[in-house]
């Protein structure tokens, strides 16, 4: 049994196609879905931008090394559909 928080398979395939078409999308395609979004969203978070120290380990169990950094943005926003 699924517990009701926890996302379905289906949901996270959904959502990583829906990810994958935002990130490869155009400032100009952007924009044009928030024009078209209005009013209806409502921001919860503002989009912020950081680094996160990139992890590794060698053969998968070996020590922890530091890899480098990557850039992370994170938002979120809240539409009356859910």
């Known amino acids: 049994m699924t517990d009701r928080h926890e996302p379905t398979d289906s949901f996270q395939s959904a959502r990583?196609?829906?990810m994958a078409t935002v990130a490869r999308a155009t400032v100009g395609e952007l924009?044009?879905?928030d024009a078209m979004a209005g009013d209806r969203a409502e921001v919860?978070?503002?989009p912020e931008i950081g680094l996160v120290m990139v992890r590794g380990?060698?053969?998968g169990d070996g020590a922890p090394f530091n890899l480098?950094?990557?850039t992370v943005t994170r938002a979120a926003v809240a539409l009356p559909d859910g």
């Open 16 to 18: 990583k196609a829906t």
């Open 31 to 33: 924009a044009a879905l």
């Open 44 to 46: 919860l978070r503002a």
């Open 57 to 59: 380990r060698v053969g």
């Open 68 to 70: 480098g950094e990557a």
